[in-house]
């Protein structure tokens, strides 16, 4: 049997029971009683699975108004995550960017069968590409951009690696974008889809964009590390790609990698067999255009050479 | 195998803890209820190392085998840690001629206890001889060792009242640590002599220059922190500690008959008299039983009452959503004011809690 998608299911039918949402290689229980969680999800995960109850369940996230008379003046949103509440209760407003937030903490505080880099990952025929960087380097920009113009989205946050194999595990969802990134990738990509956006969260203002279906259908395939780009968006250059010394990308991997101390030696010795496998660069950069044709460069020549 | 009604109504988890071998007929949904639980009672790797000699890894959902590795890669580097950090602290105390002794999950993890490879600790816990715990702290603080508690009542209130100094954290590194010249709180119900404690301690197996508490006094403190402190969440954690202690020191009964005279020597009979009964009823530990029994045979077995467990049994069902009954949440409150009753005196306890009260109320800079 054909699991059952999210879309064309209407809002009204999770308001009850959630749904159990297969965002590879986790499960997700969600419930929420509010109707425009269920929009959001609707819109941002239309291409992913549903299953049903016979289902290994990884996490149990339950999105509900706090109680009490705040309600009738500015409610307030909190989230139990099987029984524990990791946030502090947020504006009803927020509820969908905390549900985000939320199924993210669930892997990170948990999933440590994978050494886990805070970076955004894509692949180019099961090749890969690790852009890791802290919040503000545009890297979420050129992950959706990168998305939208044919390279396979594998997680827009968090890179898993398998210690042993040194392959990448997807962890597809909605692309998180800030502030001006939802104009430009809305303008820039016509066919790009969005929530509709959420003002005033502690990142500012916050949309999600859908993966694309075929993200979405490649989710459970592997891809090889091949590439590892630091990004870092700066107005005055327009396009510069500069190879990196690989004792170096190992400093920078490390300060991005979650659970590299609780890995210990093993951590360090996964992070260089990775830095050794893959060609390094730093990426400074203003025009997108530049930037996507650059990474098309790489794709391709990689291609040519693997033929 | 036939569970009886009583067993089909309790938590998944407490189930496969007490019969690991019923994680064989585990359906997916059921794997993932398990995982869940013990996540949430914090012994996943405790309860997946139960079920493996019962169940082979290859049997299990992948999730659950992931779920397995995940938890023995970040165990082997928390160990390495927990050593480099013991052996710090041993050279710093040294300089000051003392010799710590290792408490709770630290010793057990010193010593080695196969139980001890899955279990988190938020902190390293010290004991030192009160006499010697200013020349211990000054040591500390000029080591990087600073405290956490920066509000003067918190300061003033675990100096004057607690049986540990205020929580103390490494500069650097994070590393919590409590260092305790008691095991419980000066003004508590029970009052178990430190220097019996201390004159009682052995060089650890682990490590030569650091101490750790008696087989006896070891079983004897885990169990006083559980049933005197409120700390619910690692309740049944905390439990298996005690039952995993229990299996690995005290089996036969002659073992038993010191247990109860230490416990009778540190005033400590009723949180003994209270394991047993727990091991038995939640975790059905072997011969647990024998506590009782030999307490009553000495006639130094305490009174237990039916709100006992009331009380205790709601709190080791663990706090997953999935195994919330009604009662719960009044049997937590109980066990927070309980634990303050049992640790000072009622006209102490009012003042404490209204001072606390009022800061709550104060705004921040008043």
Redesign the interface.
Known sequence: MTPARIAGILPRDFLEDGVILLAP?F?FRIRSPLPFVWDAIASSYADFSILD????????L?IAPVNGLRRWVSPLVNM?I???FPFDALPASQAYPLLEWGMNWCVTS????FLMCHSAVLAWNDLAVILPAPPGSGKSTLCAALTMSGWRLLSDELALLD?ESLMLSPFVRPVSLKNASIELIGQRFPAADFTLPVKDTIKGEVAHMRPTTESVLQSRTLAKPRWLIFPQYDKDVELELKPMQKAEAVVELAKNAF?F???????FSTLGALVDSVDCYRLTYSSLDLALAKFKELGEEVCKTNV | MMLNKAEINQPLLITVLRFPGTAASLDEASWGLLIRQARNANVIGRMLSAVEPYVACHKWPLRAREAFIAEKNIADHRFASLIWEVEELAQILASENTRPILLKGAAYALEKKPFARFRNFGDIDLLVPLNQLAAVERALVSNGWLTTKADSYDQYYYRRWMHELPPMQHIHRGTNLDVHHAILPLTARYKPDSDRLIASARPSTGMASVDVLAPEDMFLHGAAHLFCEGECENALRNLLDLHDLWIDLFEDKSSVVGLVNRAVDLDLTVVLALAGRYMEHVLDSKNAGCIAGVMRDKGVMPQLFTWHDWLFDAIFLGFHPSCQQKGQALARQVLYLRSHYLRMPFYLLVQHLLRKAWREVQPVNG
């Not at chain 1, 948990?110 to 069968?113: D, E, I, K, P």
């Not at chain 1, 101390?261 to 951590?267: D, I, L, Q, S, V």
């Open positions: 290689p499960v109850d016979y289902a290994f369940v990884d996490f149990e339950t139990s099987d029984g524990v948990t999933a440590h069968h210690p659970n101390r609780g890995f210990g030696a093993k951590g």
